[in-house]
Structures are given as C-alpha cells and as structure tokens.
C-alpha cells in the first residue's frame, strides 16, 4: 500500500477482505518436527519410504507352524509338536521353522522362515518342550502379512492435509521425524486506550478492563496462529509507535484493537496515518464499520487496525483477520463457512450494511433453527460470550419475519 487513503464512501465486506487478502502469501513452509506440525497444513506429499507391516508378524500370543503339520487337530485327535524355540516381538533373527515342528512366537514377533500360520495359546495346552494342539488355524491365520497395510511407495498424506494425531501416529510408524508444512502465523496484540487496566488491577470510575486483547489473542491461537498479547497501549501516539516497533520483530500480523473511529484521541490513524501505508476507512457492515489495514516496519508486516468496541472487534477479527490467518498457513477454506436456519425471532437491520447478528444456534426434530441474543450494541459483550452463531442480515434487507431461512455462521465449528 503505497499511500494513505481514506473515503466517505463505504467498502462492501468483499472489497476490505479483497484488500486484505492480496497483501497475504502463505507462509514459507520447512520441515518441522512432527509434534509441532499437529494442525498445520502439510506442505508435501509423504510418500512410505516402508512397508507396513515391514516384514510378516504374528498377530497373536501361541505357536508359529506349519499350517500343514496341525491341519487335522481337534479335542479328539490333538496334535503334538516339539517346541524348537521362543521368539519374542523384537527378537528373531533369521530363524527357520522345520517340518514338524513349533515355535513359541509373541504378537509383533516376526514368523519363522517355512511358518504359515499361528495357533493361540488357547488351544494348546502352553507346552514348553512339546505342545499339544487341539484345533487348526487355516493357512496365514493370525499372520499380519508384510506390506498388508502400507506399501513402499504409498502416499501416506497428500499436500494440503491438515495435519492431525492419526496422520502424525503414521508419519512415526514409517519412521518420519520431520513433516514440511506452513508454520504458525505469529500474531502481536496490541489493546488501545488510556481508560484500559488490565485485569487484577484496581479499577477507577472511569476506567475499564482490557477484554479485547485476551478476546483477539485467544481468537488468534483457536485460529491456529501463535498470539502475542502486548496489552495496553495508552492514547499516545509515541507509545503507541514504539510499542509497535518492539514487536515487529516477532510478528507475521499485528492486530490492534480501538483509536480507530472519530473520536479525538484516536490514536491508532493519528500514528499510523502519517506512514501512509495503512488504509483507513469505513465497510459496509454493523457492528465493524470503521477499519484499517496495511503495512508496517521494513519487512512491510500486515497490520490490521479493528475498532475498540469488544463486539466489533471480534467480528472484525472472524470477517477479516481470520481469513488472512488461515491464508498465511495454507489452509482453505480462508472464510467460515455459512449454513441455514429458521429464524425464530424477527429481525431488523440498517439499510446498506451487512448486519452480523449474534445468536444461539440449535437443532431440533424440526431441523436447526437460530435465535437472536440480546441487543445490537456493539458493547454487549456479556451476550457475545452467550453466542454460538451469528446471523449474517445482507446489506439490502432491512427486516427479516421470523420463520425465514436465514445464512448463519457457526463460531465454535471447526472448518
Ligand atoms: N462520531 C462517531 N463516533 C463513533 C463512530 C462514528 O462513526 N462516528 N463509530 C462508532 C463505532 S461504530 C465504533 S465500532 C467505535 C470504534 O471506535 P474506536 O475504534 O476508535 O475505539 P475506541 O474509541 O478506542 O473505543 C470504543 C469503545 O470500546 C471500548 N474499548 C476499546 N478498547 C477496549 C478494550 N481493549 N477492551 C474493552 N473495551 C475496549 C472503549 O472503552 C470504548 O467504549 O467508535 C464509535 N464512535
Ligand atoms: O461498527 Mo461499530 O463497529 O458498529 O460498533
């Protein structure tokens, strides 16, 4: 962003995100050890250097035998072999069975040469020097045949996977200690406002806890990204630049919150608006109107400038920064994605805004359906923790009855 600019006129929620999302590429990925990629996207196709099973095993505690020699024992006419060794999981060598004979054999202990199936101890009498076998395991019972599972070759995860446990468990067992993947985006949270304490401290008359770095800084890490919370920032331009020049050096993202409106004290456009590379300006939505986004630092870091109220602050941070942090990792989605449901109170909304409504969503036999909670003052933020949902009211619908169908974003949902 080149210059400072700022306009009367609204941007739709399209164009900010647009604005936003152009000035984003995903992070570099490298290969990360595999207990820190669990959630990141993988940024590689991870192909078996191995075979699952490696080499064929028995599946059960008893005797590795020739399938041939016990294929008539029953109860009435039990068969009888010398037991010629043990073989424990992690033990075997290159033993070979002999015709006629048995080895005691563990589960995960590799089969003997010349063995084709394994008969369980219980239905043998657990001899040590002859065993004594009572019924017949057909051939390649209880063996885990090698490569039966994964082959050499296979593709285990293909780019783009959100890494989870199950394909972390597979990565170890073939022997994987590092997975390429994007890293998490590192976000710096900065709270404005000389009427903010932080929680613990004495509180005044005329002055209030800072909820909106712990709201934005929690956000930030259930999105996946590493969050920084700085804290308070008081109305002063000077403290406000230095406090920001100490953190770029650990910030992929700053997110500030408040001084972004008219207000005399603004702080946030007074700092940043003589940089000229930080938009400020108004978006057609409610709550979150006013916004700022654009660069800082040498290394150019994104900043997104959210407005102070805790409730447009975090529905700022779910319509724009959430996307940009998704898009630094790679992962898609970038937006939440919506669904539908019967509105069960009626609704009004301004005209030309898109209007977020907070709201509790259910599902009943009667299918889900959505109820506003408490009021629009973008303050609220008692109702805002009592949300799950918000009902997303399009910039050209001032009233919505109740019973409608209305889109809806699930705010607990994992996309
Ligand atoms: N004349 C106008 N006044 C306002 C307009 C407008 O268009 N014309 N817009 C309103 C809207 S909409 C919003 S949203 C707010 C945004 O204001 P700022 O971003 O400048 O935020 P502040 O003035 O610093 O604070 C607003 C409000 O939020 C409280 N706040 C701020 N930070 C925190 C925090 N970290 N934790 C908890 N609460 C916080 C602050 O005390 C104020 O009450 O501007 C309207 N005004
Ligand atoms: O847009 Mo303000 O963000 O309505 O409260």
């Given at each position: 962003?080149?210059?400072?600019?700022?306009?009367?006129?609204?941007?739709?929620?399209?164009?900010?995100?647009?604005?936003?999302?152009?000035?984003?590429?995903?992070?570099?990925?490298?290969?990360?050890?595999?207990?820190?990629?669990?959630?990141?996207?993988?940024?590689?196709?991870?192909?078996?250097?191995?075979?699952?099973?490696?080499?064929?095993?028995?599946?059960?505690?008893?005797?590795a035998v020739r399938?041939?020699?016990?294929?008539?024992?029953?109860?009435?006419?039990?068969?009888?072999?010398?037991?010629?060794?043990?073989?424990?999981?992690?033990?075997?060598?290159?033993m070979a069975l002999s015709p006629?004979t048995?080895?005691?054999?563990?589960?995960?202990?590799?089969l003997p040469a010349g063995a084709d199936?394994?008969?369980?101890?219980?239905?043998?009498?657990?001899?040590?020097?002859?065993?004594?076998?009572?019924?017949?395991?057909?051939?390649?019972?209880?063996?885990?045949?090698?490569?039966?599972?994964?082959?050499?070759?296979?593709?285990?995860?293909?780019?783009?996977?959100?890494?989870?446990?199950?394909?972390?468990?597979?990565?170890?067992?073939?022997?994987?200690?590092?997975?390429?993947?994007?890293?998490?985006?590192?976000?710096?949270?900065?709270?404005?406002?000389?009427?903010?304490?932080?929680?613990?401290?004495?509180?005044?008359?005329?002055?209030?806890?800072?909820?909106?770095?712990?709201?934005?800084?929690?956000?930030?890490?259930?999105?996946?990204?590493?969050?920084?919370?700085?804290?308070?920032?008081?109305?002063?331009?000077?403290?406000?630049?230095?406090?920001?020049?100490?953190?770029?050096?650990?910030?992929?993202?700053?997110?500030?919150?408040?001084?972004?409106?008219?207000?005399?004290?603004?702080?946030?456009?007074?700092?940043?608006?003589?940089?000229?590379?930080?938009?400020?300006?108004?978006?057609?939505?409610?709550?979150?109107?006013?916004?700022?986004?654009?660069?800082?630092?040498?290394?150019?870091?994104?900043?997104?400038?959210?407005?102070?109220?805790?409730?447009?602050?975090?529905?700022?941070?779910?319509?724009?920064?959430?996307?940009?942090?998704?898009?630094?990792?790679?992962?898609?989605?970038?937006?939440?994605?919506?669904?539908?449901?019967?509105?069960?109170?009626?609704?009004?909304?301004?005209?030309?805004?898109?209007?977020?409504?907070?709201?509790?969503?259910?599902?009943?036999?009667?299918?889900?359906?959505?109820?506003?909670?408490?009021?629009?003052?973008?303050?609220?933020?008692?109702?805002?923790?009592?949300?799950?949902?918000?009902?997303?009211?399009?910039?050209?619908?001032?009233?919505?009855?109740?019973?409608?169908?209305?889109?809806?974003?699930?705010?607990?949902?994992?996309?």
């Amino acid at each position: 962003m080149s210059e400072a600019r700022s306009s009367d006129a609204l941007s739709t929620v399209e164009e900010h995100l647009g604005r936003v999302l152009a000035h984003l590429e995903p992070l570099a990925d490298y290969p990360q050890p595999l207990m820190d990629a669990l959630g990141l996207s993988a940024a590689e196709d991870v192909v078996s250097p191995i075979a699952l099973p490696s080499f064929d095993n028995s599946a059960m505690d008893g005797y590795a035998v020739r399938q041939e020699d016990v294929a008539g024992a029953s109860d009435d006419t039990p068969v009888h072999l010398p037991v010629v060794g043990e073989i424990g999981a992690g033990q075997g060598g290159l033993m070979a069975l002999s015709p006629g004979t048995a080895a005691k054999i563990m589960t995960g202990a590799p089969l003997p040469a010349g063995a084709d199936a394994v008969v369980p101890y219980e239905w043998t009498d657990r001899g040590v020097a002859q065993v004594r076998i009572v019924a017949a395991p057909s051939v390649g019972q209880h063996v885990r045949r090698a490569g039966e599972d994964v082959a050499a070759g296979d593709l285990l995860v293909e780019h783009g996977t959100v890494l989870g446990p199950r394909h972390l468990g597979l990565l170890a067992s073939v022997g994987r200690t590092t997975v390429r993947s994007r890293p998490r985006p590192r976000v710096v949270i900065l709270s404005t406002g000389s009427e903010l304490r932080e929680p613990g401290q004495p509180l005044g008359r005329d002055t209030i806890y800072d909820g909106n770095s712990w709201l934005l800084a929690a956000s930030a890490r259930a999105a996946g990204a590493i969050a920084y919370r700085v804290g308070i920032v008081p109305d002063e331009p000077r403290a406000f630049l230095d406090a920001l020049s100490d953190q770029l050096v650990r910030a992929d993202l700053v997110v500030t919150s408040g001084g972004v409106s008219q207000g005399d004290f603004d702080v946030v456009k007074e700092a940043l608006r003589p940089l000229g590379t930080v938009w400020f300006g108004g978006v057609a939505m409610q709550p979150g109107k006013p916004q700022g986004f654009g660069t800082v630092g040498e290394d150019r870091v994104p900043i997104f400038t959210l407005p102070g109220n805790p409730v447009s602050s975090y529905i700022s941070f779910e319509t724009f920064v959430l996307p940009a942090i998704r898009k630094l990792m790679g992962r898609t989605p970038l937006a939440r994605p919506s669904t539908r449901a019967r509105l069960t109170h009626a609704i009004s909304s301004p005209p030309g805004r898109r209007q977020f409504v907070r709201a509790s969503y259910e599902v009943d036999s009667g299918g889900p359906f959505v109820s506003p909670v408490g009021g629009h003052g973008s303050h609220l933020i008692g109702d805002l923790a009592n949300a799950n949902a918000l009902v997303v009211v399009p910039e050209d619908v001032t009233s919505v009855p109740a019973g409608e169908q209305v889109r809806v974003l699930l705010l607990d949902e994992e996309f």
